[in-house]
Structure formats: structure tokens, C-alpha cells
């Protein structure tokens, strides 16, 4: 069995064939936590939870939904048109939709400071602002006793100190950080998400050194494609290529592996 621990099904870029696409996933088979981003993703997440069998959903707002008028962004036509940075936390809201019992997590969420205000000013403001809202979800997810999936882009050394603070459990999704920082989060409990990054940032250190029992198999699907899955839309049956990687990396087989994240998968998300 392989577990894609970090999916989105949910966004726009599979309204035109996400049935098949599922249908192909059931047949592998895979079994995928589908991830929100903001409120909208959220709830299309746990609506396919509660439709297909082998999938379960992640609530959360992602850091580049979260509303500031500090900067501006052009539209991301595959996760559904969205305008950046316009969405407010909703903390009741959010909490509504934990109801459901095919939420398995919180997430993503976290920190994110690649598209970023100029000036030194309005960038603390910035940071203060998505630090306050992630804090709010790291404690909405210790209310509701769920573990977080957590985005981290630029911001690992806040993000770090933030948990050092608010003792939490989860994944750092795509992980792209260095094998100091890996430990640093393993340390407070944190598992590693590895997906298709691999394949154009090199973290063979931290693949290699870190306990197997602490790694997670990922897709990010429909970004990060590997490359050898040969079409350009990632999909979570290609997690398998990110097994794959890490076994040969490891020098182990694809079955160790695959079992053994699935097992993590299980462990961390109660699946």
C-alpha cells in the first residue's frame, strides 16, 4: 500500500477529469490525504473525503491566502483563479468543518516569506501577520487534538522558534530545509514530507540520515511532477517515483519504504 500523505484533488486543475483520476489512485491502490489551502479548498477537500473511500481530508488556510494589503500576486489559474492574500482565518468556521470525521489534520499551514514586501517595515508587518494566524491554527489543531501539516518556505528558523514555543505533532510538508534544520524538527516530534522537490533541490543528505520512521511519501499533485512520470500534471499514483527515490537512495527496496511511510502515515493521521 503507498500513502500520499500530501495530495490536492480539491483545486481546478482536475475539474475537467478528477473522477479518473481517482479512479486510477483507487486502482494503485493509493490512499491520499487531499489538502485545503483556504476555506474554499477546505471544504472540496472533505467532500471528496466523504465521497471516495481511501481518501481523507487536511483544513487549514495556507500562508499566501491570508489577508494583508502588504502585497499583491497575480492568480494561480491551477488551484482555482484565486487572489492571494485576501482570505481572513475564520477560526469557528474552520472548526465547523472538523466536524467532519474524514478530517485527519490541520493544514497546511505555517510560514511563507518568498513573495514579500519591499520594505523592511511592511515586511514585519507581513511576518507578524501570517506568525499570528499560524499560531491561531497550531492552536485550533491542539483544541481539536489533530496533528498539522505544515508549509515552510524561507521561514524555517521562525517557524522553528514558533513550535519550540507551541509544542505541536505533524509533518513539514516538501521539505527543502538542510539536515541541521530536519533534526531540529524531528526533535519536536516532526515527521518529513518528501515529494517531487527531490527531483530539482537536492536533500539526498537529509533523505539518507534521517530515521525511516520518521519520513512521509508526497505528491503535492498536481505540482511537482517527477520526471519520469512522463506528463506534466502530477497525480498521487506517481508517488510511488518519490518510494522509488528514497529506497535507492537508502539502499533499500521499494517495499520497505512504501511500507514503512505507510505505517508512519497511519501513525501520525489515524488512518
Not at 121 to 146: C, G, R
Not at 147 to 161: G, N, S, W, Y
Request: proline residues 4%.
Amino acid at each position: 500500500m503507498l500513502i500520499d500523505t500530501h495530495s490536492h484533488l480539491n483545486f481546478k486543475a482536475y475539474n475537467n477529469d478528477r473522477d479518473e483520476v481517482i479512479q486510477r489512485t483507487q486502482k494503485e491502490p493509493v490512499i491520499c490525504i487531499d489538502v485545503g489551502t483556504k476555506y474554499e479548498t477546505s471544504k472540496r477537500a472533505i467532500e471528496l473525503a466523504e465521497k471516495y473511500k481511501g481518501i481523507y481530508a487536511a483544513i487549514g488556510m495556507h500562508p499566501i491566502h491570508i489577508k494583508t494589503d502588504l502585497l499583491k500576486l497575480k492568480l494561480d489559474p491551477e488551484e482555482g483563479a484565486f487572489t492571494p492574500f485576501t482570505e481572513e482565518f475564520d477560526r469557528e468556521k474552520y472548526k465547523e468543518l472538523a466536524k467532519s470525521k474524514r478530517v485527519v489534520a490541520i493544514g497546511e499551514i505555517g510560514l511563507d516569506y518568498y513573495y514579500r514586501p519591499k520594505s523592511k517595515t511592511k515586511l514585519e508587518l507581513f511576518k507578524q501577520n501570517q506568525k499570528q494566524v499560524f499560531i491561531e491554527q497550531l492552536d485550533l489543531a491542539q483544541e481539536l487534538d489533530l496533528p498539522v501539516i505544515l508549509h515552510c518556505r524561507m521561514a524555517h528558523e521562525d517557524l522553528l522558534e514558533i513550535l519550540k514555543a507551541k509544542p505541536s505533532r505533524g509533518v513539514v510538508h516538501c521539505f527543502t530545509g538542510s539536515w541541521e534544520q530536519a533534526q531540529r524538527y524531528m526533535d519536536l516530534g516532526f515527521y518529513i514530507g518528501i515529494n517531487g522537490i527531490i527531483f530539482k533541490f537536492n536533500i539526498d543528505e537529509v533523505i539518507k540520515k534521517a530515521p525511516l520512521d520518521k519520513i512521509l511519501a508526497e505528491t503535492d499533485c498536481p505540482y511537482l511532477t517527477p520526471p519520469m512520470a512522463g506528463v506534466e500534471r502530477n497525480e498521487p499514483i506517481f508517488v510511488k517515483h518519490i518510494v522509488q527515490r528514497i529506497a535507492d537512495l537508502r539502499g533499500m527496496s521499494f517495499d520497505e519504504v512504501a511500507e514503512a511511510t505507510a505505517q508512519n502515515a497511519k501513525k501520525l493521521f489515524g488512518i
